[in-house]
């Protein structure tokens, strides 16, 4: 298939491309920016008139449901909406049932996953057996079998033997371990930030210390093992700090945060909005600007989707007694490029951070419109401003704090390795 995007912006943030350049795309890669190659005759042609032409987006944790919870979302459901969302490349957690600690799950996830031929999946496989912080699993083969990392998902593990072991296995063979930095004895049955809100509401907190003491600990065993890890979901100020200070060190880490912590705060959680009931828990203002300015600065790596479909039951109970979590695949762009209006930010900087810096996190060759490389482009128009609705909402999950708000960017067209996966009239 060959095609032809014409009279698009291009960005690609990793080649420092901001300029009117058309796109020549065959045999799954790309063959040519501005000019065509030589004898180049498009069977199809994109007009990207007034649209932003970028690398498909990236992002670093999105729950599938599959296997397991298929009452939650499917496979092919949060495909869609992923592919729909102008994500074209996604990282999921292992916390599936069963749970991703045999290559052969891992295998057969990815398998799956190639036959509907939506997305590009990088499973992250479970780092203790069935996820319970006990028995390592065995990391060198799963890392065989396609998992691009090894994480607890949102389990705790409570036992820093079991941790100082992992990151020493890890390090020898050069893995990558994704944890999220929570102390399970502070964060135990708590549901929001331990503060004003939560105080006046009666809900049982999670204070922020719950973060920055876990932090500390992966910090002084990275430094002891000199093993690669990558932080997830950032909440707090303090832990912002941290990660500064562990770059500017040296310390090979890496972190996100969710879209949703980007703009939410404790506040939003108004008279117990249990869509606010996400993990790790929506934060203070201070907490909300210290996550936007370390994203500027870079201590940020990435902005991830945290895609957490849950079926609406689960959202109908009492906020402490509902599930956590915020469907995210279909608002990852269009929360980016809110953030990068409210601060004034260039669209190529802020794409940075669900392009390039994702993919270097994953160790992916990916993110990038580069000659010859991989074309999963994603086309969005920048200005168009679209309602958050169930009824445009393709994820099983309609879990959104973001439900009826109307925000900007509107995604065209998505291609996976040169095929159109996702068009919108």
Known sequence: MKIHIKNGRLIDPKNNIDAKHDVFIAAGKIV????????????????????????????????????GFEYKATLESELLAAAAGG????????????????????????HRAKL??????????????????????????????????????????????????????????DLTVWLRAEDAHLAKNGVAHSGEVAARLGLQGIPACAETIA????????????????ICRLSTLQSVAMIKQAKKEGLPISCDIA????????????YFDAQCHLRPPLRTERDRDALRAGLLDGTIDAICSDHTPVDDDAKLSPFAESEPGASGLELLLS?????????????????????????????????????????????????????????????????????GLELPGKVRWTLLNGQIVYQHH
């Not at 190659?37 to 690398?55: R, Y």
């Not at 879209?259 to 108004?270: C, F, Q, R």
């Not at 200005?383 to 909402?393: I, N, P």
């Open 87 to 110: 994500v074209t490349s996604l990282a999921c957690p292992p916390d599936t049932d069963p749970v991703l600690d045999e290559p052969g799950l891992v295998e057969m996830l990815k």
């Open 215 to 230: 932090l500390s600990t992966i910090l002084s065993l990275m430094r002891e093992t000199g093993a690669k890890v990558h």
């Open 259 to 270: 879209s949703t912590h980007l703009h939410l705060t404790e506040h939003d959680i108004g």
């Open 335 to 403: 929360l980016t490029l809110k953030w990068a209006l409210d601060n004034k930010l260039a669209l190529p900087q802020a794409l940075t951070s669900i392009t390039s810096s994702p993919a270097s996190v994953l160790g992916i060759d990916g993110g990038s419109l580069s000659l010859g490389a991989q074309a999963d482009v994603c086309v969005f128009d920048a200005d168009f401003v679209w309602k958050v609705e169930a009824k445009t909402l393709l994820s099983q999950g309609k879990n959104t704090p973001f439900m």
């Open 32 to 67: 040519g920016l501005g000019n065509a190659p030589d004898g180049f005759v498009a069977n199809q042609i994109i007009d990207a008139s007034n649209l932003v032409v970028c690398p498909g987006l990236i992002d670093l944790s999105a729950r599938l449901r599959e296997p």
């Open 116 to 173: 509907l031929n939506l997305v590009n999946i990088y499973p992250l496989g479970a780092l203790t057996r069935q996820l319970q912080g006990k028995n390592l699993t065995e990391m060198f083969e799963l890392s065989e079998a396609g998992c691009v990392g090894f994480s607890q998902a949102d389990n705790a593990l409570t036992d820093t033997q079991v941790l100082w072991n992992s990151l020493q296995y890890a390090a020898t063979f």
